[in-house]
């Protein structure tokens, strides 16, 4: 089965790590005509060869010489995509790797460094020094291009689906929970369980709420009440459970939290069916998955 991880950090990224190197050792490298130096310590050519687009899947570790600037060693991952970003890069030696090789690849940093601006160099590099960036890699699978688009294919696909069933979603949820208020203009159901008699929620006002926050299956994402994420499967002991308090209009939340909340005085309790396009959309945050309606017990503890 391919690993359904995620696509780890590419050259670039990965060499904006780098804090201090020396020359490392080049013995028994070969070169490429690009300037790519690349050893291997175990190939086999009648294994499955990378091609263009594919992504490798395995062990990766990156340095300068001797400093390990990243590593998952013992947890394979989508490490890498073959696509060429510049003469002598990383991309010709994975094209040479095999399912179950291993080898090593090391790049000129002065030729990496034509490609970036000054600033996104490591700070202790100098040009002309013979610096390198070695890649050690483990290859223990490959998502080939066609299964990659085949992924990406079929998430779209989901995520079409996911936003077609969501006011189907919603509209039983609110059946099935009694929820007898209109929603405003935008979707949002604002459902007044204890009305408050304090000062009320305008921009400019500083608020302390605590909030409880779930999916419509009841699956608790987070929350600021401590018994609650422990109810919910998601306490943790080195957080701190308090009211989150902020000036409204200088934090940024989500429409439908900022909608539900607005002229609601202190000391209410609202449940505020917020659908995704108030939420997070087609983006995944956190637990939260794409297109996913939130549901919010908020008790506005003050306004000041």
């Known amino acids: 089965m391919k690993k359904n991880l995620r696509i780890a950090t590419m050259i670039v990224a990965v060499s904006m790590m780098f804090g201090a190197c020396n020359n490392g050792d080049m013995a028994g490298f070969k070169t490429t005509d690009n300037g790519l130096h690349y050893k291997f310590e175990k190939q086999d050519k009648s294994a499955q060869q990378v091609q263009d687009g594919d992504v490798l899947v395995g062990e990766m570790t990156v340095r300068f010489d001797t400093l390990e600037t990243f590593s998952n060693v013992g947890h394979p991952d989508r490490i890498l995509q073959a696509m060429r970003t510049f003469d002598g890069d990383l991309y010709e ?19 990496l460094a034509k490609y970036l601006q000054p600033n996104q160099m490591p700070p202790m590099y100098e040009k002309g020094k013979g610096m390198k960036i070695f890649y050690e890699i483990d290859l223990q699978d490959i998502v080939t291009g066609e299964e990659l688009a085949e992924e990406q294919a079929n998430f779209m696909a989901e995520m ?3 936003q077609q069933n969501e006011p189907a979603e919603i509209a039983n949820y609110v059946k099935s929970h009694n929820i007898t208020v209109n929603p405003n ?9 204890q009305k408050g008699n304090g000062a009320k929620v ?27 994420a422990k109810d919910g499967g998601i306490y943790m002991a080195n957080r701190t459970y308090e009211p989150l308090t902020y000036v409204v209009g200088q934090m940024s939340l989500i429409r439908g939290w900022e909608e539900g909340i607005m002229g609601q005085p202190a000391g209410s309790k609202l449940q505020l069916v917020i659908p995704s396009n108030m939420a997070y959309g ?22 000041e």
């Open 93 to 111: 030696g994975l094209l040479m790797m095999h399912v179950g090789d291993k080898a090593i690849f090391a790049i000129e940093a002065d030729t």
């Open 160 to 162: 079409q689906e996911r």
């Open 185 to 193: 203009p935008n979707g949002v159901y604002i459902v007044v369980k």
């Open 202 to 228: 305008a921009a400019g006002k500083k608020v302390s709420i605590n909030y409880t926050g779930r999916l419509l299956d009841g699956t608790m994402f987070d929350s600021s009440v401590e018994s609650d």
């Open 282 to 303: 087609p983006q995944r945050a956190g637990n939260i998955p794409p297109y996913s309606p939130l549901v919010f017990d908020l008790d506005i503890v003050s306004v």
